[in-house]
């Protein structure tokens, strides 16, 4: 089967690019295949995240182990599409360049079966410019009053942490 991707740029303006590509086509392939297709050189870090439908970013897929063997972690050169899109599960979100965080939400659109002398991936539809650079980021966490500082709050003074003895605490 042939997967049809929409891949749009997280920003006010209407940025994104439709993608096709072979079910069995590893998230490398992908990954090379958006880089081109939005004009990157292809040579930062990048990741994908497994994303539910409220696009909630789940497990990580990435370009390169960066855990030195300290963490098991899925590589896209060794996970296929298909282990991780169908028609239930349509929602990736990509990062690229973790410096400049490029963020894009990816949507199975469709499946098809393949055409008689197109090559894969094809770069189907393109839409909006990319902007020079990409837009702001603002993280902040979720105020969660629940949670309380194992010290109370008010015994832990940040403005002066010179008066913490670290050898006295450190494992």
Same mark, same amino acid.
């Given at each position: 089967?042939?997967?049809?991707?929409?891949?749009?740029?997280?920003?006010?303006?209407?940025?994104?690019?439709?993608?096709?590509?072979?079910?069995?086509?590893?998230?490398?392939?992908?990954?090379?295949?958006?880089?081109?297709?939005?004009?990157?050189?292809?040579?930062?870090?990048?990741?994908?995240?497994?994303?539910?439908?409220?696009?909630?970013?789940?497990?990580?897929?990435?370009?390169?182990?960066?855990?030195?063997?300290?963490?098991?972690?899925?590589?896209?050169?060794?996970?296929?599409?298909?282990?991780?899109?169908?028609? $239930?599960?349509?929602?990736?979100?990509?990062?690229?360049?973790?410096?400049?965080?490029?963020?894009?939400?990816?949507?199975?659109?469709?499946?098809?079966?393949?055409?008689?002398?197109?090559?894969?991936?094809?770069?189907?539809?393109?839409?909006?410019?990319?902007?020079?650079?990409?837009?702001?980021?603002?993280?902040?966490?979720?105020?969660?009053?629940?949670?309380?500082?194992?010290?109370?709050?008010?015994?832990?003074?940040?403005?002066?942490?010179?008066?913490? $003895?670290?050898?006295?605490?450190?494992?």
């Amino acid at each position: 089967m042939i997967y049809k991707f929409r891949i749009v740029l997280d920003t006010l303006e209407d940025v994104f690019r439709d993608i096709e590509i072979e079910e069995e086509a590893t998230l490398e392939d992908f990954h090379n295949a958006i880089t081109q297709a939005f004009g990157f050189d292809g040579t930062e870090m990048a990741s994908f995240y497994i994303s539910d439908n409220e696009w909630n970013q789940g497990e990580e897929i990435v370009l390169f182990d960066m855990s030195e063997g300290q963490n098991s972690v899925r590589m896209m050169n060794e996970t296929t599409l298909d282990t991780v899109v169908s028609q $239930d599960q349509t929602k990736l979100i990509y990062v690229y360049d973790f410096f400049s965080m490029w963020t894009f939400y990816v949507e199975l659109a469709d499946m098809v079966e393949p055409e008689d002398g197109r090559d894969y991936p094809n770069l189907m539809y393109s839409h909006g410019q990319l902007p020079d650079s990409p837009p702001d980021k603002n993280f902040e966490a979720e105020q969660d009053d629940e949670l309380s500082n194992d010290y109370g709050e008010e015994d832990v003074d940040f403005e002066n942490l010179d008066d913490i $003895d670290f050898d006295q605490h450190w494992n």
